[in-house]
């Protein structure tokens, strides 16, 4: 079973929409989990971490759900720029840092 | 602040040759990790060195690829013979500790012909 394991997408939504992403993880002593965006042939970048009560910034808000070992980004009122790869990021069994494969957003005009 | 330098930026090769990649890591990072990306997949960790020691190198084609951070620093990654399925990108990344958040380099982005 793969560390990281993310919705395959791609999404295609119109500006304004919300749109959820899901992804589940395997190590359930996991402690660190991070959504990063990566632009269209740039490097990853931290959007956000993910706390255990959730959190949230500005458009965006981030959820963990333990038990079910799954985390989950929402975004609200897309806007054409949120357009990227959103990847799921959780810590592994040697505390190293796993990568979702990347869900794929396009906001449409 | 200065971030993650990788060079080169770009590199083609042929199969069965040698290319070595390098990273500079955040000033007092201790954590670095490569990774390959290969278009359209997520990036793949190929090695992790806390300071000087690997932590984890479970993914590395020990066959052909190498790495080494000797003084904790610097690292560079080595993939010889090359083949065509090594094209990818490959990214350093690195974290002041081993579960805060890592850094990017932009890549090297490999193309084996």
């Known amino acids: 079973r793969k560390e990281v394991e993310q919705d395959p997408g791609p999404f295609n939504v119109p500006e304004g929409a919300t749109v959820a992403f899901n992804c589940t993880y395997s190590?359930?002593?996991?402690?660190?989990f991070f959504w990063y965006r990566q632009d269209c042939r740039k490097e990853p970048k931290l959007l956000m971490s993910?706390?255990?009560s959730g959190n949230e910034d500005g458009r965006f808000t981030a959820q963990l759900n333990r038990a079910s070992q799954y985390i989950s980004l929402l975004i609200r009122d897309s806007k054409l720029s949120d357009s990227a790869t959103y990847l799921c990021?959780?810590?592994?069994?040697?505390?190293?840092?796993?990568f979702g494969t990347g869900t794929r957003l396009t906001v449409i005009p | 602040e200065a971030g993650v330098a990788q060079s080169p930026r770009y590199k083609i090769i042929e199969k069965r040759q040698s290319v070595a990649f390098w990273c500079n890591p955040i000033?007092?990072?201790?954590?670095l990790y490569w990774y390959q990306q290969i278009l359209g997949q997520g990036p793949k960790l190929l090695i992790q060195?806390?300071?000087?020691?690997?932590?984890?190198d479970s993914q590395l084609p020990k066959d052909r690829f190498s790495a080494e951070r000797l003084k904790g620093v610097d690292s560079t990654l080595k993939i010889q013979p090359a083949k065509l399925e090594d094209s990818a990108v490959y990214l350093c990344?690195?974290?002041?500790?081993?579960?805060?958040?890592?850094?990017f380099g932009q890549g090297t982005r490999l193309t084996v012909v």
């Open positions: 990344a690195s974290s002041f500790l081993q579960t805060t958040e890592a850094f």
């Open positions: 190590n359930s002593a996991s402690q660190s």
């Open positions: 993910v706390y255990s």
């Open positions: 990021v959780v810590n592994g069994r040697a505390n190293n840092l796993f």
């Open positions: 000033s007092g990072h201790a954590t």
């Open positions: 060195f806390q300071n000087n020691g690997v932590v984890d």
